[in-house]
């Protein structure tokens, strides 16, 4: 009969304890709140990651200031400064279509990784930096802002404005956002929409319409539209001077 063993079985070492792992350092967002300011505040709150909020006042000239041209050579907002870059290294990017890809790349959101469905994304990305925000810019800047009554600069731009809103209501006809699935495409036109609804009436697209609302009611979308909304005040006249007219210096 074999003899039973009388030996206790070994006891497994400890695991090693892991280490606390440190939280991600936040994005610092150089910010005005304008429509384009207003794509990476969206698209950071869309995320859920860290950030910080640094005010860059572009109707007090604060877009020249030295610091800044570093990280916007073009002085404009928005650029962000991401202290975890690629590689682990700091890492600057201005240009908000950018600045949307990027975090669309870092955090593998609203920018699909497909090659075909990505293609979609940034068709209508670059539609909206190339003509939907310029177009509305202009009739914006006719409108509201230019010392002389140009009567055919403003029908001009409040008729490419209602061109660029039919093309976007034909292509939402058939889907729920512009590249099927809602991505930074959206997230780059609909705060533009708004801006633009000024000069063309949404009543009469009505899938654009519905989208605005769609777009709108997303919590992340009405927070990143309220941040810091109180920095928005009618132009003065020094104003004007320092954000129109500017030529290279």
């Known amino acids: 009969m074999a003899k039973k063993s009388t030996k206790r079985p070994l006891k497994k070492a400890p695991a090693p304890a892991r280490k606390a792992q440190k939280p991600p350092k936040p994005i610092t967002l150089y ?10 505040s969206i698209m950071l709150e869309e995320l859920g990651v860290p950030y ?8 007090k000239g604060e877009q020249f200031a030295p610091a800044f041209l570093e990280i916007s050579p073009n002085n404009r907002i928005p650029a962000i400064t991401d202290p975890d870059g690629p590689g682990g290294r700091p890492i600057s990017v201005f240009e908000s279509g950018a600045i949307l890809q990027y975090l669309g790349r870092k955090y593998g959101r609203f920018y699909p990784q497909g090659e075909r469905a990505r293609v979609q994304v940034e068709e209508w990305l670059f539609w909206q930096m190339g003509g939907l925000g310029p177009m509305v810019g202009q009739a914006n800047h006719f409108v509201h802002y ?4 140009l009567a055919y600069a403003k029908q001009r731009y409040r008729d490419e404005v209602h061109r660029l809103f039919g093309v976007m209501n034909t292509r939402l006809a058939t889907r729920k956002f512009l590249a099927g699935a809602y991505s930074i495409a959206d997230i780059a036109c609909w705060s533009w929409v708004l801006s633009g609804s000024k000069h063309a009436r949404l009543d009469e697209f009505v899938h654009l319409k519905a989208w605005r609302d769609r777009v709108g009611a997303r919590g992340a979308v ?3 539209k309220a941040l810091a909304a109180q920095m928005r005040k009618p132009l003065t006249e020094e104003d004007k001077k320092i954000l129109f007219g500017q030529r290279a210096r």
């Open 31 to 40: 910010y005005w709140s304008t429509p384009n300011g207003h794509k990476i």
């Open 146 to 149: 230019a010392s002389e009554d």
């Open 52 to 59: 910080e909020v640094r005010p860059v006042n572009i109707n």
């Open 222 to 224: 009405q927070r990143g």
